[in-house]
Structures are given as structure tokens and as C-alpha cells.
């Protein structure tokens, strides 16, 4: 058949590349189906100042590790874009773009059938490589917002420039919510922050960036079963730091002394009054915490090893909340665009094969589904805290690798036992 391959890997981002160069170096046959194009995630779903939380030197997809001058620097959006794209010249996948898989079905039979936009395929295994940042997430609480209010998810905004010319009200701290919130405030903008629970980060502690600190520590090397929380570290938010300028923490108490105005989570919208949650210093207080026990384990490491480093005096808080501002005005505020930092919901109902739990993750140990020849690569903590980044891919698109070609070789036998018992037979 013209459209049956050994494998179908959908998704075309750098999980999807890393598991075609993986195969190729094996010399299977597949076929790669990207939605929309290589890179397309990080060129139209990023703002324009976007730019990597961790150093260039993690940087490690397979057969393609970061080779620029600047290793210990953070690339910005452009610059990401770039390197996929010149990792997937440099091997050429077997890559169809702007393919849309609708439909994963299996027949029982060790093969599986995909319908897409260009017609229907089969394979006999399949790689699933299509992330799990799927649907932007917005509260259903947005709808009690005027139409005269710009809404907008994470994945919308671009830049101030683009914005009203009001004030901005952002919910949420992760990631994306403090550094929108920071790009934002360095323009200019005055700017509303609904502060939640999400820790922070240190971005330079004792003469180092934390993440060398911690790639020496192995901590990149612990594996979710070797992980205090195991599977629920996967649902947990990710430390806020940014690699802006060269990488800096973010310290929210710093915004609020420049002006930025922060709040606890929202709470409720009652005709134009915001009402927050009284949790603003608790949140912030967590974070400093997470922040701070970073350090410690930092401190033990450097301890135990006799490292010579320097060292840094206690955290102290810059800035506290003298009383919580629980009710806010958005019409005296002259607040014009809302920005919603808060998250994504994965979809994977277009696969319609049995292998997900009761909130739609998939079943799997290190990505190896239990119906045989189903995998999944590029979820976060699918393996370890790199799973879902450039730095871990390579470690879990090898071990699939591994996992496929050993099972193509299981029914390649099966196939030669059936013939062989005939032959005898005969």
C-alpha cells in the first residue's frame, strides 16, 4: 500500500523531528504529520519578546545540540524558530506540513488507521508527539466582561503596542503570566496582576545560573518514579524566572514598588467591581519560600562536595502588602485588555483508542502505552523534568526508538514462525 508506514508520528514540533531523526538513524520507514509547519508554535503562539527560561547550552535535541556562541545565554522567539528549523534541514524528516490528523483508530489486527486531511493512512506503530497545550483555558467567569474589555489568552498577545491604549489586567503568575506582566510594565503600561499560588525561581545563586546548579545535582536525571510527588508533579506550575536580558529572576515585590499593582487571585465579577481572594501575601510568601528552599538544597549540594562558591546573603523581601485591595473599580481602573495567563486543556479526542484516564492523559510508562505499538513523546514529565523541553526530548525519543524497533522486530519473527510452521506443515 502507497500510504502504509512502519511508523505515523503526529506532530511535527521538536518531539515529533526528534523521534523521525531517531528513526531514521535506524533506517525505518515513517511518515511525520504536521498540522500546520515546523515550528509553528513558537513563531505564532509566542509574544514577540519570547524567549527560552533555560541557558542554550540545554539546548541537546537529538544529533543537534546548540553549537551558537552564546551557550550560556537564553534564545529569544525568532532565534528558536531558527534552530528547529535548521535541525530539520539538517535531516531532512519525511515531513508532510499543513496535514491535519482527524482520526487514530485501531483494527485489533498490529496496525493502526489514520484519517487526515489528505486522504486515509495506516502504520503499524504510532508515535503521538503532538503536545498537550491543545486549547487555551479561560475561566467561563470572562463572559461577565463587557465587549467594550480586549480579551485575550496568553497565546494572543503579542506586544503592547497591539494593545489599547488603558491599562492591562493579566491573571495569573505562572510562566507566561509574569513575564507578559514584566514585558508589559517595562513598556510603560499600568498593569493589574491577579497573583496565584505558582513558585518562583532563582535565576543565579552562588556564582552560577540555578539550572547548572541543578544539572550538576542530577536533578535533570530524576525520573518521575524517582520523584517525591511522582505523577502529580505533571499537574504542578512551573517555577516563574525569566531569560530576558540576558536571565533574571522575577520578583513580583519588585513590580509592586515600581508601580505595578498586584492582587490575590479573582475571585468574582459583579457588574464593573473586581473582587480578589485575601491570598496576595500568602502567594507571594510561597514563592519566596520555594525560592528560598532552592537555594538550601543548592547550599547542601555545595556542602557535601566542598565546592568552592560564593556566597549570598539572605533573601530579603523588598515590599510587602500593607492591606489587600479585595474590590477594584475596572472602569475607574481604565483597565482596556485582559489577559488571560492560565493555562491550557490537552485534547486528544480525535484518538480513539482506549488508553486515557478519566481526565484525558494517557496511560503510559515512559510513553509506552499499554496497546502495543501506541506511544506518546513530548509531555511534560512523561520521563523527567525535561521531557516536554529541548533538553530531555533526545533521552525519551531514543528509548521509544528502542521501543519500536524492538517490537518490529518481535512480529518480524512472528511473521517468519506462521510462514516456517507452514512450510513444515506442508
Not at 489586567?169 to 503600561?189: M, R
Not at 545535582?217 to 530524576?222: E, H
Not at 520523584?227 to 519588585?254: F, W
Request: with cysteine.
Amino acid at each position: 500500500m502507497n500510504n502504509h508506514y512502519s511508523v505515523a508520528i503526529v506532530g511535527g514540533g521538536q518531539a515529533g523531528l526528534s523521534m523521525s531523526y531517531c528513526l531514521k538513524q535506524k533506517s525505518l520507514d515513517h511518515i511525520v504529520f504536521e498540522k500546520n509547519q515546523i515550528g509553528y508554535s513558537w513563531r505564532a503562539k509566542r509574544w514577540d519578546t519570547f524567549c527560552l527560561v533555560t541557558p542554550n547550552w540545554q539546548c541537546q535535541l537529538p544529533g543537534y545540540s546548540y553549537t551558537g556562541n552564546d551557550p550560556n545565554g537564553f534564545m529569544q522567539k525568532d532565534e528558536i524558530v531558527q534552530y528547529i528549523e535548521a535541525y530539520a534541514q539538517s535531516f531532512e524528516p519525511p515531513i508532510k506540513e499543513g496535514v491535519e490528523v482527524l482520526s487514530v483508530r485501531s483494527d485489533n489486527q498490529d496496525c493502526f488507521e489514520l484519517t487526515t486531511s489528505i486522504g486515509d493512512y495506516t502504520a503499524d506503530q504510532v508515535v503521538i508527539a503532538a503536545g498537550s497545550y491543545h486549547q487555551p483555558r479561560i475561566p467561563l467567569i470572562a463572559a461577565r466582561f463587557p465587549k467594550s474589555i480586549v480579551q485575550l489568552h496568553s497565546s494572543e498577545y503579542r506586544n503592547p503596542q497591539s494593545l489599547p491604549d488603558k491599562s492591562v489586567l493579566v491573571v495569573g503568575t505562572g510562566q507566561s503570566g509574569c513575564q507578559i506582566a514584566e514585558d508589559l510594565h517595562l513598556s510603560g503600561k499600568k498593569v493589574h496582576l491577579c497573583v496565584g499560588g505558582a513558585p518562583r525561581s532563582p535565576r543565579k545563586y552562588r556564582g552560577k545560573d540555578v539550572v547548572e546548579w541543578l544539572a550538576q545535582m542530577g536533578y535533570y536525571d530524576l525520573s518521575i518514579d524517582e520523584h517525591p510527588q511522582k505523577e502529580k508533579v505533571r499537574n504542578k506550575a512551573n517555577h516563574y524566572v525569566t531569560g530576558r536580558d540576558g536571565g533574571r529572576e522575577i520578583d513580583l515585590r519588585s513590580f509592586a514598588l515600581e508601580g505595578m499593582q498586584l492582587h490575590g487571585r479573582l475571585k468574582n465579577i459583579n457588574d464593573n467591581q473586581l473582587e480578589f481572594w485575601n491570598d496576595l501575601k500568602e502567594n507571594l510568601d510561597y514563592a519566596d519560600s520555594v525560592a528560598e528552599n532552592i537555594k538550601k538544597t543548592i547550599d547542601g549540594f555545595i556542602e557535601k562536595n566542598r565546592i568552592q562558591a560564593p556566597v549570598e546573603p539572605p533573601y530579603q523581601p523588598v515590599w510587602q502588602p500593607e492591606t489587600e485591595n479585595l474590590i477594584l473599580d475596572y472602569i475607574e481602573a481604565n483597565i482596556g485588555t485582559v489577559i488571560w495567563c492560565t493555562g491550557y486543556q490537552s485534547d486528544f479526542s480525535w484518538i480513539e483508542i482506549p488508553v486515557f484516564d478519566g481526565k484525558g492523559y494517557p496511560g503510559h510508562k515512559r510513553g509506552v502505552t499499554n496497546v502495543s505499538g501506541l506511544y506518546f513523546l513530548g509531555l511534560p514529565w512523561l520521563y523527567t523534568w525535561g521531557s516536554g523541553r529541548f533538553s530531555g526530548i533526545a533521552r525519551d525519543a531514543l528509548y521509544l526508538a528502542d521501543c519500536i524497533i524492538s517490537r518490529k522486530k518481535v512480529s518480524y519473527q512472528s511473521d517468519w514462525s506462521i510462514v516456517n510452521e507452514f512450510l513444515l506443515g506442508s
